[in-house]
């Protein structure tokens, strides 16, 4: 099932070093490295392909992704086999994953059949006007060209290599070249796959889809500074998506970057509703907090609180919960280093009070708890940086004065939380104009953790939740990444893209539908 290699336009082929995949469970195996000279052998053929693929009718683009989400369930089970072999996670949580990668895949395929994606515009022409005339002009959304995108670690199927940069490259019209994760290798293989049959079924060129796999930081810094790619997608830590960020910026001919690369997600309690339900509160944020061992880029890990009685009833009743919180597998050995050194960067931290402090070992990530007072959060730009696992954080801040200053001094995030019953609609009309400008998505209510791949969903927000806070790497709005407006004026028909020709023959249709039925 695993074949170990890298796929490069419908061809598997491979270097002359392997690695060994480092799984949570199970037998370990081989891979090829990536090289430099694979990376530009795959972006040459994305080039050639774009020339076809990047003009084929939506139909084309339509059936790829519907071809490629039946193959992926096709191949179910030795997805979800390998993927919990490497990853650790629940059968049922990657078996949740698959189903979402497939339907994102499937809903691509019909948001651009229904055209609206494209935001076609059109200005009729005035030779009459004076002082003068106005030209006809067209303008429509093109596809960019070749994507790279990077595999994410956390999401092995609906982040990596069928995931949505990818899904919405190619419904964009963009060939994709992916850099597998190593966390995944052995998933990523039989993704590719998949997508290999599903290119075969429908005929389209061999070139719209590669993947290389492993070889160090040469590999993806190659991937970002070939001159074919056009655009980068990638979801990760903020060290490296920083870097890579930095290099498509350097490239003499510079390209978008569209990373999501971290979040706290704080949530603020207000008090009407903590005095009220501080205790439900608390076993929603717990099992938020801890949900996949705190492996998501939504994970709510700040709650802020006004310092009083219900504060510290709220803090107990989360204790209460998160000991009954077992050890969890965490998705690598990186990882897992990382939450530990998060953990006690936490606990050193001036002020910070430990009310659950736990040590783990290993691929195990156990929940901490610790609590900090406003001024002492404010005085540490550390306590606002994402600790990747189950660790929670309470700041207790003297009135709801403080709350706000609070609020106006977090970085950018994917997303901001309010806790409030009807008494707390004034405190919470002076937050939100706050967290508007702080987060993409606003929550009420509710918890973070589960992103709806929807129309309305955005999945970015202000660095360093995102590198480009006008765009969403989930829903169907993520397709606009991979595109760019054109204005066509005074263009024969003959010359304008499909697209515009099947709009115009769409609203003749309209037209002629809502006319009276002739009659004898």
């Known amino acids: 099932m695993i074949n170990g290699k890298h796929l490069i336009a419908g061809r598997w082929t491979e270097s002359d070093r392997v690695f060994l995949s480092s799984p949570a469970t199970g037998e370990a195996h081989e891979f090829s490295v990536g090289t430099p000279e694979l990376v ?47 990853t650790g996670l629940p059968e049922a949580r990657l078996i949740g994953e698959r189903g979402r990668t497939v339907g994102q895949l499937r809903l691509f395929a019909r948001t651009i059949q229904d055209g609206n994606y494209l935001d076609r515009r059109h200005d009729e022409a005035l030779p009459e006007r004076q002082p003068v005339p106005r030209p006809d002009l067209k303008l429509i959304q093109r596809p960019i060209g070749p994507v790279a ?123 009407e509703a903590l005095g009220a339900r501080g205790g439900a509160i608390a076993s929603g944020w717990v099992a938020s907090l801890t949900m ?36 969890q597998t965490m998705l690598t050995d990186g990882i897992a280093s990382a ?49 990747f696992g189950p660790l929670g954080l309470v700041i207790t801040v003297r009135d709801t004065d403080e709350m706000l200053v609070i609020a106006r001094a977090l970085k950018g995030q994917l997303t901001c939380t309010l806790h409030m019953d009807t008494a707390d609609t004034d405190l919470a009309r002076l937050l939100m104009p706050v967290l508007e400008r702080k987060a993409g998505r606003i929550l009420t209510n509710g918890f973070p953790t589960g992103v709806e791949v929807s129309e309305t969903m955005v999945h970015g927000g202000p660095y360093p939740a995102s590198t480009n806070f006008g765009a969403t790497s989930v829903g169907t709005m993520s397709i606009r990444r991979f595109l760019r407006p054109v204005c066509y004026q005074n263009m024969p028909r003959a010359l304008l893209p499909v697209e515009w020709e099947n709009e115009a023959e769409s609203a003749v249709k309209s037209v002629r539908e809502l006319l009276p039925a002739e009659t004898d």
Request: with cysteine.
């Open 292 to 327: 996949g061992a705190g492996q998501f880029c939504t994970n709510p890990g700040i709650a802020v609180v006004v310092e009083d009685d219900d504060a510290e009833a709220f803090i107990h009743a989360s204790l209460a919960e998160l000991m009954k919180v077992q050890g």
């Open 40 to 86: 530009d052998e795959a972006c040459k053929a994305a080039e050639q392909a774009f020339m076809t693929y990047g003009y084929s009718p939506v139909a084309t683009r339509a059936a790829l992704l519907n071809a490629i989400a039946d193959e992926i369930e096709t191949r179910g089970d030795d997805i979800t086999r390998i993927g919990h072999e490497e």
């Open 149 to 271: 995108v990077f595999g994410a670690s956390n999401f092995p199927l609906a982040f990596s290599t069928a995931g949505g940069d990818t899904a919405a490259a190619l419904a964009a019209g963009c060939p994709v070249v992916v850099k597998g994760h190593s966390a995944h290798p052995g998933t990523a293989d039989i993704i590719a796959q998949a997508i290999q049959a599903a290119i075969e079924t429908v005929g389209v060129h061999p070139g719209v889809f590669s993947q290389i796999q492993g070889g160090d930081r040469s590999v993806g810094t190659a991937l970002v500074r070939n001159e074919y790619i056009r655009a980068v997608g990638f979801t990760g830590s903020l060290a490296g998506g920083r870097a890579l960020f930095d290099l498509c910026a350097a490239r003499e001919d510079p390209i978008p970057f569209f990373g999501e690369l971290g979040s706290v997600n704080p949530m603020f309690l207000l008090p």
């Open 339 to 387: 939450y530990r050194k998060g953990r006690d960067g936490v606990r050193r931290a001036r002020g910070v009070k430990e009310i659950l402090s736990t040590d783990c070992e290993a691929r195990e990530a156990t929940p901490n708890l610790f609590v900090v007072s406003g001024q002492d959060w404010l005085a540490d730009e550390t306590l606002s940086e994402e600790v």
